[in-house]
């Protein structure tokens, strides 16, 4: 349980104000770190919501497919930038994305990346390489600003990251699928 504790730590220092305040003054820091931050707070509950949950997660999210599925949708829903700047300016919003990273996006990823078939962690890492590729394009040739509350600097800071992120999971994936892993077992 203290992998639990530590992603409530996590979770309520991603809440501090001044925390807060820092993570989303600078829009790459605030899509590529404080939301995967806020995922993997989620992430690190998964074994004590499973401990007080069990039959809820052998029952919903029996072969993997509905978590991912909800992954996805809430990743997809905040790469929208009209999303990002109501995150900074409706208050709800902001409270919803505390909520939706930790516990709609990193427990569904975590409970449900073990139980995925090869095929389907194959077919996820793809959908989410091309996702962010077509993100990356989007923030760094956009001619107009997409987010009014960013500077379009920053729009291209974060397109750049948004290109490396999905290289980096494209060359994992094809490495994971070229080296033969019983040899290193």
Same mark, same amino acid.
């Given at each position: 349980m203290?992998q639990?504790?530590? &992603?409530?730590?996590?979770? =309520?220092? =991603?809440?501090v104000?001044?925390?807060?305040? +820092?993570?989303?003054?600078i829009?790459?820091?605030h899509?590529?770190?404080?939301m995967?931050? +806020? &995922?993997?707070? &989620?992430?690190l509950?998964? %074994?004590?919501?499973k401990? @007080?949950?069990?039959?809820?997660?052998?029952k919903?999210?029996?072969?993997g *497919? %509905?978590?991912i599925?909800?992954?996805?949708?809430?990743?997809?829903?905040?790469?929208?930038?009209?999303?990002m700047?109501?995150? $900074?300016?409706?208050?709800y919003?902001e409270v919803?994305?505390f909520?939706?990273?930790?516990?709609?996006?990193?427990? %569904?990823?975590r409970?449900?990346?073990?139980? +995925?078939?090869?095929r389907?962690k194959?077919?996820? $890492?793809?959908?989410?390489? *091309?996702?962010?590729?077509?993100?990356?394009?989007?923030?760094l040739?956009a001619?107009?600003?997409?987010?009014?509350?960013?500077?379009? *600097?920053?729009?291209?800071?974060?397109?750049?990251?948004?290109?490396?992120?999905?290289l980096s *999971? +494209?060359l994992?994936?094809a490495?994971d @699928? =070229?080296?033969?892993?019983?040899?290193?077992?």
């Amino acid at each position: 349980m203290k992998q639990a504790k530590y &992603g409530l730590i996590l979770l =309520l220092f =991603l809440m501090v104000p001044p925390v807060i305040e +820092l993570s989303e003054s600078i829009m790459s820091i605030h899509m590529h770190m404080q939301m995967p931050l +806020l &995922g993997i707070a &989620g992430m690190l509950m998964v %074994p004590y919501f499973k401990e @007080k949950f069990p039959r809820f997660f052998e029952k919903w999210n029996a072969n993997g *497919i %509905p978590g991912i599925l909800l992954f996805m949708i809430i990743i997809i829903y905040w790469l929208f930038p009209r999303t990002m700047d109501e995150a $900074l300016t409706v208050p709800y919003v902001e409270v919803f994305k505390f909520i939706s990273w930790p516990f709609l996006a990193g427990v %569904p990823l975590r409970d449900s990346w073990g139980k +995925l078939s090869e095929r389907a962690k194959g077919i996820f $890492l793809i959908v989410i390489g *091309i996702i962010y590729t077509g993100m990356g394009f989007l923030y760094l040739f956009a001619e107009d600003q997409l987010c009014n509350n960013y500077l379009v *600097i920053e729009q291209r800071a974060l397109g750049w990251g948004f290109l490396f992120i999905a290289l980096s *999971i +494209l060359l994992y994936y094809a490495q994971d @699928k =070229l080296i033969d892993h019983s040899k290193y077992e």
